[in-house]
């Protein structure tokens, strides 16, 4: 075919050849040629896809961000009853830096090494001795080894009287509960109390608190409502709604 061709060609002059590259339909498909169709199908494709697996990627990093912070360095939590008033009051919104103290790690339940040391007079966060699972926050008046003793609601840490401009007293100061031990605190253990000191669950009541326990301390108030304990520890699904909203409202007003 290809010599008839060529002889076609030749003796029909450049008429015959001009007809035949002008007929498309001659012109065999070559393999491996881009198919505009298929192009623009790619492209919208791609354009549908790529923005979404992006944005997923994008939620799952910053959740992933979120979590490590809240584990790792601090998270925010409330203050639901006053027995730190005076210092810190019922409905206080408070960040809480952890790094510091040795966050632990999920799952495996190891924990990072403490950077900071804990002082007399500092306030912690902590895990409840009686219930791992509930969180205090209280105020450190003495450490292990130490020597404490509440006499007419004055506290003498070895033998010396404490100065405690924090300290809350409502009740007379020979109130019985105002006085108390002496006791030597055990090693690796913390005596903590709340500044309101007629209003607390503390160490009095249910005794030490292992140094292991600490979680935290409180950097700062970042918002405050004011609301009564029992409305903060009402655990009725309707009253929760309903104390949420009300939270909500106040936060968006102000």
Known sequence: ERT????????AGPDVVEHAIARPDDVPNVVGAEDPNANTDSKRSTGIRWPWRLSTRRVIILAAIVLGMRIFVGEASVVPTA???G???V?????MDKLLYGPEIPLVHWRLPVLKTIHRGDIIVFRYPKDL?????????????????????????NSKPV?????????????????????????????????NRDNSSDSRDWGFVPKDNVIGEP?????????PTSRWLDENPGHRISFY?????NFFSN
């Open 91 to 95: 409905g206080d919104h408070l960040f």
């Open 133 to 157: 699972s509930e969180t205090f926050l209280k105020r450190v008046t003495a450490l292990g080894g130490d020597q404490l003793e509440i006499k007419n609601g004055v506290l003498y840490v």
């Open 87 to 89: 210092t810190i009051l």
């Open 245 to 249: 909203a009300s939270i909500a409202g």
């Open 163 to 195: 100065q405690e401009p924090y300290a809350v007293h409502h009740a007379p100061v020979h109130n019985p509960t105002e006085s108390w031990g002496p006791t030597v605190i055990p090693e690796g253990k913390l005596f903590v109390m709340g500044d």
């Open 83 to 85: 027995s730190m008033e």
């Open 219 to 227: 950097l700062f108030v970042y918002w405050s409502y004011d609301a």
């Open 4 to 11: 008839a061709l060529a002889g076609n060609t030749a003796s």
